[in-house]
């Protein structure tokens, strides 16, 4: 067999980590003078996860000395072999050793038998630190037999793997190809590979459909699926009469947490069996006894078409790790979509809609089976979900712990009361039940070879299910699409929505009759809407989740607004009318759970930045719109023709085009007063230069005319630093800074809890979010500084007052904004100027999940200090939290160009410089968010 590069990686790092001696004399001095011959094997194959015994023989002459004989594995006498302890130390009891010890067998032939133990002295490696290292292991080796006397070595080429079936990603396609063979020597099933598109460091997304044949593909895609979202009933009719014919449904099965491995390589398997394989036997295992049930593969192939999305994230495949390569977990993005990655993925769920959502993961305390735990999104319909996913979720199971040593699995709506809901359609899984789909997380309990049995397993049983159950799930599902199609707010869902206390409380429809509005209408005219790009940012999201949007053909006036032609309309009578609403609606306040696994709130509107209405009149757009199937980007237009323009601070573009400016040497002022038609913040830049470089944005300009701008500043390019989460810095890159060391940098953006006062002279400092107050307030420079919180994760979205300021420039009075950190200011310094406080009104919390919330009702959230030589601006909320909130860009925009003008605003330099706090920690442990600890669905 021949040795590959992983093999020689793996030995190296070996030798690397392991404290024994390299090589033994013996194989270091004579290994080129022995001769070679053939040892030979009961097995190749050696799992980390699973002890294995081999018989090992070879044919040595009749005079070896077998007290003499030496077995080697990668080169090295297999003492040196240790098993893990700690850290990447390496020196427990021998990982390999000789259970029956060599003998003759014949005349020539010489027999033992190895043992080759847990490697990392456990078959479960999920253990963090272990993740990390196990992968360099991976690899063929040489397993040899060594006599000293008779100048032989006996050798062959093992494998050893973390379990059997684990692929590198570079694997994974050729397994793929190798399936296609094979399926394609010996049936006619329909196969298809396609790539969705790339990861963010350039890797294909591996994307299979399989099929009974072609026709099968473009029957559900070009017929029963526009049906079943257009006119459901109809297809619910044909079902209950007999006249459907045959038809498929997809299943989709997913990985998005790559280093949770066992959910890609379970797929390979799992589309080796049923594209290759005439039959299927799954072994169920229910209150202890075992049953089997075997599948014909072309009959099952009569009910379904198989999706195979091996991994959402090719990058961590190959790092092991869980984010993308911007540091993201997309499992946490499936709503916001602000990564490549899921936005190719949830397009193509969009697509096909499927039926059955199967979303492999790991690893918890026990082998878990979605449904969830309250509180529920009441965007879901709740109540043709919830059965049916309990039944597939048992089904999984019993096919999970039959195919394994598992001897148990549970399901969080029934074992547990919270702490693992489905509120947050951020999920994989929970963001398909927005389609309709019954949507499971799956968790296996341990990264091992039995855990990867199970998770085989569980496929099996959810695709059994599915195919026994196939017309009362479908006609569930276009139930579903039928609610929305006509309007319907079926009040069977209340049950399903509960309060901490566990009483019902239904879908929240205040004073409304419906949940749901009649339309959604997102204006495009200046006087309307104050962010024209998100606007339209948000109807292309909408259109590639498969939601329809239409536009106004003429002018129309509805409860008293009048909307011009071009507006856009979300109408609420369709079948997707639930994933519309989970982006576009205010949200819920459900504070009063103890627990909650992830932030809850999305409302696009708020969090991005632009202005919608929601309209409760029936018909109130009928024969007056068309459907859109596209829609472009609106780009700046330039007006007049003075040698400058004014280029309005409204928007996130605006930030980036003036960052392409200052790269490019481009002249850019800054207004710092309000004066004659230019705004505090505002960018004055020249006509010519708008010309050259802003053909690619959208802007707002106008044409400042002959007369005084009022006080302005020159820009010069901003030298930015980021330190804390990756996601601030993808923000913050996002915007068109240039991102540079510490030490060269002008200004410190920071969420973490580290701060250096003696490296931040001359330097400006925005610090957000509770980790970086408590980096502040224990560094002493901020005399007459505080905040207070409740908890690390603790979310809200909140009105709040925001003051006038050349930081704040862009913003209205009156705003909503987002927070994730449980915190608020409680005292400024006497020299700082606030930026903006919460708001004072008995209803300032709008919503989210934040117990204690009322303690933080007219607070501070933001303020800023200038020194001498620096500034300090602190934020006690978000400001780009994953990447969704990115209405607040500005704010951390505003305070990177204060530090780089020529001038600070009108009240001029602050006084002294910044001092350290004798004694005092510098960063303190901020307290463990609830939605960061233990379990692993994060």
Do not use: C
């Amino acid at each position: 067999m021949k040795k590959h590069f992983a093999g020689l990686l793996a030995l190296m790092m070996v030798l690397s980590l392991f404290s024994a001696a390299a090589f033994p004399a013996l194989a270091n001095s004579t290994a080129e003078a022995l001769e070679t011959v053939e040892l030979e094997t009961s097995r190749d194959l050696f799992s980390m996860t699973e002890v294995r015994t081999v018989e090992v023989q070879a044919d040595l002459g009749e005079n070896a000395d077998l007290s003499q004989l030496e077995f080697q594995f990668g080169g090295k006498e297999i003492s040196e072999w240790k098993k893990w302890t700690s850290g990447t130390t390496f020196n427990g009891d021998p990982f390999i050793k000789v259970v029956e010890e060599p003998h003759y067998v014949d005349d020539t032939t010489v027999k033992a038998t190895l043992e080759f133990g847990l490697l990392f002295n456990r078959d479960n490696l999920s253990n963090r630190t272990i993740r990390t290292q196990y992968q360099q292991f991976i690899g063929e080796y040489e397993l040899a037999m060594v006599s000293p006397d008779t100048e032989t070595k006996a050798a062959t080429t093992v494998k050893l793997n973390v379990y059997d079936e684990f692929l590198f990603y570079d694997q994974l396609k050729p397994a793929i190809v190798s399936i296609f063979e094979e399926a394609n020597a010996k049936n006619d099933r329909y196969l298809e590979y396609q790539s969705l598109g790339k990861s963010v460091e350039g890797r294909d997304l591996h994307f299979v459909i399989l099929a009974k044949d072609k026709e099968a593909v473009d029957k559900y895609l070009n017929e029963t699926l526009p049906t079943a979202l257009e006119n459901p009933e109809s297809l619910q009719e044909k079902i209950n009469n007999g006249t459907m014919g045959d038809y498929q449904i997809p299943v989709w099965i997913n990985n998005i947490h790559p280093d949770e491995v066992e959910g890609v390589d379970a797929q390979v398997e799992l589309l080796k069996k049923f594209a290759v394989e005439d039959k299927v036997t799954i072994t169920n295992e229910k209150d202890g006894k075992e049953t089997s049930v075997t599948l014909n593969v072309d009959e099952v192939l009569d009910d379904v078409i198989f999706l195979y999305m091996f991994t959402n994230n090719p990058d961590g495949r190959v790092a092991n790790t869980r984010a993308n390569a911007n540091g993201f977990d997309l499992n946490r993005d499936n709503h916001y979509q602000t990564q490549v990655e899921t936005q190719a993925v949830t397009e193509e769920i969009a697509k096909w809609t499927p039926l059955s959502f199967l979303d492999m993961h790991g690893y918890v305390d026990g082998f878990l089976i979605e449904p969830t735990t309250p509180p529920h999104n009441p965007n879901y319909e709740y109540d043709l979900l919830h059965p049916a996913m309990i039944e597939e979720a048992n089904a999984m199971g019993q096919a999970g712990i039959g195919n394994s040593k598992l001897d148990s699995y549970f399901i969080p709506a029934q074992a547990w009361e919270d702490g693992w809901d489905d509120m947050t359609p951020a999920y994989t899984a929970t963001f398909a039940m927005l389609h309709g789909s019954l949507g499971h997380t799956i968790e296996v309990p341990a990264l091992s070879q039995d855990s990867y049995r199970a998770m085989v397993g569980a496929g099996m049983g959810g695709i059994l299910y599915v195919t026994e159950n196939k017309d009362r799930l479908y006609k569930n599902q276009l139930e579903i699409f039928k609610r929305g199609v006509n309007g319907e707010d079926n009040t069977a869902v209340d049950e399903y929505y509960v309060n901490a206390a566990g009483e019902s409380i239904g879908r929240q429809r205040g004073e409304n009759e419906n949940f749901f509005p009649d339309y959604y209408v997102i204006p495009t005219d200046n006087k309307e809407q104050k962010n024209n790009l998100e606007a339209h940012n948000m109807v292309d999201y909408l259109l590639r989740n498969g939601v329809k949007v239409e536009q106004t053909t003429k002018n129309m006036k509805v409860n008293g607004t009048l909307y011009p032609k071009g507006t856009f309309v979300v109408p609420m009578n369709q079948a997707k009318r639930g994933l519309a609403n989970a982006m576009l609606y205010k949200g819920d306040n459900v504070s009063d759970w103890a627990a909650m696994y992830d932030p809850i709130v999305v409302n696009f509107p708020a969090l991005r930045g632009f202005d919608i209405d929601e309209v409760r009149v029936a018909g109130a757009f009928d024969q007056n719109t068309i459907e859109v199937e596209n829609v472009a980007a609106p780009t700046g237009q330039i007006t007049g023709k003075t040698p400058k323009q004014v280029l309005a601070n409204t928007n996130n573009d605006t930030v980036k085009l003036v960052n392409e400016l200052l790269e490019n040497g481009a002249v850019v002022e800054k207004a710092t007063e309000t004066k004659a038609g230019v705004n505090k913040g505002d960018f004055i830049v020249s006509t010519k230069d708008l010309q050259a470089y802003g053909k690619d944005y959208y802007f707002e300009s106008k044409s400042l005319g002959t007369s005084n701008a009022g006080r302005t500043e020159k820009l010069s390019q901003p030298k930015v630093a980021v330190t804390g989460s990756s996601q601030l810095r993808f923000s913050v890159k996002e915007l068109g800074f240039n991102l540079v060391d510490p030490a060269t940098a002008d200004v410190i953006v920071s969420d973490s809890g580290t701060l250096n006062l003696n490296s931040m002279s001359g330097k400006h400092y925005v610090g957000i979010g509770a980790s970086a107050l408590n980096a502040v307030r224990n560094s002493g420079a901020l005399a007459g500084f505080d905040f207070a919180r409740t908890s690390n994760g603790h979310e809200g979205l909140l009105k709040a007052n925001v003051n006038d300021h050349v930081l704040t420039s862009g913003y209205e009075a009156n705003e909503l904004l987002y927070t994730t950190n449980g915190a608020w200011i409680t005292s400024v310094p006497k020299e700082a100027e606030v930026l903006a406080t919460i708001s004072k009104s008995d209803d300032f919390y709008v919503a989210g999940w934040w117990p204690g919330h009322e303690q933080a009702k007219g607070q501070t959230l933001a303020f800023t200090q200038n020194f001498e030589d620096s500034s300090i601006t602190l934020f006690a909320n978000d400001l780009a939290f994953r990447a969704h909130t990115q209405y607040s860009y500005r704010f951390l925009a505003n305070s990177i160009y204060a530090s780089v003008g020529t001038e600070v605003e009108k009240k001029g330099k602050g006084k002294g410089k910044l001092k350290d706090k004798k004694g005092k920690p510098q960063n303190n442990k901020i307290e463990e968010s609830f939605f960061e600890k233990g379990r692993d669905r994060e």
